[in-house]
Each structure stands twice: as structure tokens, then as C-alpha cells.
């Protein structure tokens, strides 16, 4: 099976069969989804979602977290993964979006990735979600599917994110990144891939080759 047809076979099933998809993270606008995803490196969306109303709940807006240091941010995160590192990056990340953005999360990914603890993977999720910029985010979800159905066989997050790129129409693909993670989180999963209930395996080159 060509890589072609293998992105058309599975296109078409989410198409057709998973019409909405979305992120799992709880937020209502750009600063709540930032800081949605920049707590949930290396850590379950389930998780993130336990300790952001206690943090937006306190600092409701950008300007308000603007104001708190790392050290007021930490036990409100203090159960997720690297909360040190992630209190000062909020806190470091909200007083430069007030310096330079004027208080706005911006929409261009370089300038979002010029904010202390946001990557590539970040900027383009904040990117897809709010300003519906086609760009894929990879994460470890996402890697690992693509890899595994056949749809890339790039060894980094930047080589896969190029890979899908260039197959998915630039109109699908901020539901494209939602079909694979979910497809990533519940179907194939990183132990235990359930081939056996997966709709769309007849398209998969790794099952194929079992």
C-alpha cells in the first residue's frame, strides 16, 4: 500500500465516523488552553484537568498570573509532573505575554515559542485550537501512531509533524491532530495497541507486517 492511499484510507474513516474530535483539556479561552498544555507535558489530561480551576480560579486572566511568582503558582500544581520548573515557566511565560504581547496570547508559533517553557508541540496546539492555524502538533501520541500506521517514518517530533503535513489538507488538520492523539490514547496505545478492536488497521503498515 502506497503512503498515499494509506492517509486516504485513513482519512476518510475519521471523516466519515469520528466528524468531531476535540482537545480533552478543560478551557475556555487562549490563556486557559496555554496553560492547559504547557502543564500537560509528561502528564495526563485527566491530571491537568484536577488543578486548573483552583489556578484560573485564582488567577483568572494573564495579568493577574502576571503578577503571582513561581513560588505562589507551585502548590496550586504541586501534583503534576515537574512542578518547579512548570510554576516558573508559567510565571515567567504570563509577565512576558503582558511586557510584549500587551497581554495577548499570540497567534504567530514563533512568537509563542520565543515564551519560556513553550515548545514547537505547544505553540502549534494553541495555534490550531484557537486561531485554527493548519499545523499539526506532534506529541508522543501523535509520533508514535503515525509511525506505527505508516504514515511517517520520521524519527523526530519536526520530521512527523512535516510528514503529515504534507498528506493532510491544510482545512483538517487541527481535527487531524485531535483524530490521532485520541486514536493514540485509547486505541493505540504505547504497551498494549488494541489491533484487534482498531477500525482502521486494515490501513496500518506495522499490523500488516504481524
Known sequence: MTVKARFEGIL???RNNVPTAESELHFNNAYELL????LSAQCTDRRVNTVTPAIFGKYPTVRDLARASAADIFPLIRSISYPNSKAEHLAAT???????????IPSDIDALMT???????????????IYNEPVIAVDTHVFRVA??????KGNTPRAVELDLEKHIPDDIRPIAHHWLILHGRYICKSQKPDCTHCPISSFCKEFSEK
Open 94 to 104: 504570563a509577565q512576558k505575554i503582558v511586557a510584549e504581547f500587551d497581554g495577548e
Open 12 to 14: 476518510d474513516y475519521f
Open 147 to 152: 509511525r506505527r500506521l505508516g504514515l511517517s
Open 115 to 129: 515564551l519560556p517553557g513553550v515548545g514547537r508541540k505547544t505553540a502549534n496546539v494553541v495555534a490550531s485550537i
Open 35 to 38: 496553560v492547559a498544555v504547557m
